[in-house]
Nanobody
Framework: QVQFVESGGGLVQPGGSLRLSCAASGFTFSNYYMNWYRQAPGKDRERVARISTSGAITNYADSVKGRFTISRDNAKNTVYLQMNSLKLEDTGVYYC?????????WGQGTQVTVSS
């Protein structure tokens, strides 16, 4: 049974930082690209970061480049998203996602609210 435990969301002021974690189980984590998506109120879900199976390759949405860093620990079956210099427009529900040719799995989401 595939399970994700997401944590690290919360309320933060503009310019602040948060670190999201997503611990996965029930599949071979190291065989999957891992992604972080977010969905802001009234908007479509968008991918903000992606990391390859080994962690050697990362990609970011233009809106978060230079501020967010995705990483993974295959020994702990966990993917992280370090978010710095947060802006009001970073507010939303953040989802971790595992993708391979076998299938796609989604976490339950964690709320990030950037507000003064």
């Amino acid at each position: 049974q595939v399970q994700f435990v997401e944590s690290g969301g919360g309320l933060v002021q503009p310019g602040g930082s948060l670190r999201l974690s997503c611990a996965a189980s029930g599949f071979t984590f190291s065989n999957y690209y891992m992604n972080w998506y977010r969905q802001a109120p009234g908007k479509d879900r968008e991918r903000v970061a992606r990391i390859s199976t080994s962690g050697a390759i990362t990609n970011y949405a233009d809106s978060v480049k230079g501020r967010f860093t995705i990483s993974r620990d295959n020994a702990k079956n966990t993917v992280y998203l370090q978010m710095n210099s947060l802006k009001l427009e970073d507010t939303g529900v953040y989802y971790c996602n595992a993708a391979s040719w076998v299938g796609v799995y989604w976490g339950q989401g964690t709320q990030v609210t950037v507000s003064s």
